[in-house]
């Protein structure tokens, strides 16, 4: 910064500048006092969207308990309606929960895919591939259960994605993978939230050793 002798010489150069540049000054304050402004209305505008949405939802919600069929309309059409929000996989993991309440896994699965492709949350979006991975060996589709958990996973679903491959693999008479995979979900720490895992090796072992008895 240029050096000034005297206080006066210092006054001067600030009326000078603010001769020169006060009006872009101001202007610029003017645009950045605009945008902030715009700024707030924006994300005012964006929070009163993303509560009617959520209100939206809850509706949906509730009426799948006073209309089961008006709620299975209500539900698709939301989806339809509003893709790109969160609460599209949500209602998806409803349908799909509603649609195996009733043994319908074919439909369980076709909504259990959609609510995978619309997470934008990696934990509902695992959640959802755990609960496709389930349907589809029910569906009889082992193969396909395998690849929907193959991939990464967040560590939380570990236990169950385990699980999940030892129910195939035991579904497709690969009894030493079922075992391996059953052994890694209780070491993922899988009894806590699902004691039968001590069951299903404990079977295991059982029909191995009887498969093993001399004739």
Do not use: C
């Not at 509560?51 to 008006?70: N, P």
């Not at 259990?112 to 389930?134: D, H, M, T």
């Amino acid at each position: 910064m240029e050096s000034f002798e005297t206080e006066e010489q210092q006054v001067e150069a600030i009326k000078k500048f603010w001769q020169e540049y006060g009006n872009y000054i101001i202007g610029g304050l003017v645009v950045g006092l605009s945008g902030f402004v715009g700024f707030n209305f924006y994300k005012d505008g964006k929070l009163e969207s993303e509560m009617a949405v959520a209100s939206q939802y809850q509706a949906v919600i509730e009426s799948q308990t006073a209309d089961h069929e008006a709620f299975k309309t209500n539900a698709e059409q939301f989806i339809q309606n509003n893709g790109e929000s969160s609460y599209a996989s949500l209602t998806a993991l409803s349908l799909a929960k509603d649609a195996a309440e009733h043994q319908d896994w074919e439909k369980a699965a076709t909504h259990l895919q959609q609510a995978v492709e619309k997470a934008n949350n990696a934990g509902i979006k695992a959640i959802a591939n755990v609960r496709l991975a389930r349907v589809q060996i029910q569906l009889g589709q082992f193969d396909q259960a395998l690849a929907t958990v193959g991939g990464e996973q967040p560590q939380a679903f570990k236990a169950a994605v385990e699980e999940i491959k030892g129910d195939a693999y035991l579904k497709q008479g690969k009894v030493e993978l079922a075992r391996n995979a059953y052994q890694a979900a209780i070491d993922a720490d899988g009894l806590a939230t699902n004691p039968s895992l001590q069951l299903k090796i404990d079977d295991l072992a059982q029909a191995t050793n009887l498969t093993q008895l001399p004739n």
